[in-house]
């Protein structure tokens, strides 16, 4: 897991507080950003709410759109199914990289990632698992053999993150574990090939189970509309 830093710029206070707004849903794909309104939250100046915004935009969770400003990015499916095949593609190659350094340090934490997960799947604790999930990934890709891997993929998990991950897709939670388990144990045999292909298939069955609760929760255009 990345630490919080010891010191933060207002910039990068306005950067979280702006990404806690879209992660807890309070901001949803479409929704406007104001430096206003984060001005006032956290009684700092708009200068380096911009700023924030700015490198927010870079990322991707926001869009700055001409004459209305900054809104919370929205992809359709054939976006997200981009994101996800680009997630198995480089998640994959991460693991090839990765898996023959593992010590007996790291499985040890990816067991226990395991063993918690379970907890909070028999608990339906969506943000909990959330949080496990993450933290399940980076022990697999955040390794001195997979650096790039893991940057690109830190990145593409926060565009889909936008969506709200998991509490979009709660019935995803038991199935997802399930994978997990499946990726652990061919780590443990030293599969890594097997692993690798594993990896792809979990992306590609969360691509799925996303793009289809979308379809299922966006509203139907009106008549004439396309």
């Given at each position: 897991m990345t630490p919080t830093?010891?010191?933060?710029?207002?910039?990068d206070l306005a950067r979280r507080h702006i990404q806690g707004m879209i992660l807890s849903g309070q901001a949803r794909p479409g929704a406007r950003i104001t430096t206003r309104?984060?001005?006032?939250?956290?009684?700092?100046?708009?200068?380096?709410?911009?700023?924030?915004?700015?490198?927010?935009?870079?990322d991707g969770w926001v869009e700055l759109q001409s004459h209305v400003g900054a809104v919370v990015a929205h992809f359709?499916?054939?976006?997200?199914?981009?994101i996800y095949a680009l997630r198995s593609l480089i998640g994959a190659l991460a693991m090839e990289l990765s898996g023959p350094t593992y010590d007996e340090a790291r499985l040890a934490k990816?067991?226990?990632?395991?063993?918690?997960?379970?907890?909070?799947?028999?608990?339906?604790?969506?943000?909990?698992?959330?949080?496990?999930?993450n933290e399940f990934h980076t022990l697999l890709c955040d390794t001195p053999a997979s650096q790039w891997c893991y940057k690109i993929l830190t990145s593409l998990r926060s565009q889909t993150a936008i969506h709200q991950g998991f509490a979009a897709v709660p019935q995803r939670l038991?199935?997802?574990?399930a994978e997990h388990c499946g990726i652990r144990d061919a780590v443990r045999a030293r599969d890594f090939a097997k692993a690798a292909e594993l990896i792809r298939a979990h992306e590609h069955a969360a691509g799925v189970a996303?793009?289809?609760?979308?379809?299922?929760?966006?509203?139907?255009?009106?008549?004439g509309e396309r």
């Open positions: 830093p010891l010191y933060m710029t207002k910039s309104e984060v001005s006032e939250a956290l009684g700092i100046s708009e200068t380096p709410i911009r700023e924030a915004i700015r490198a927010l935009a870079a359709g499916g054939e976006q997200i199914t981009e990816i067991d226990a990632n395991i063993e918690a997960s379970k907890a909070a799947v028999a608990e339906r604790d969506v943000q909990t698992y959330m949080r496990l999930n038991a199935e997802s574990l996303l793009i289809n609760e979308l379809a299922v929760s966006r509203p139907a255009a009106p008549s």
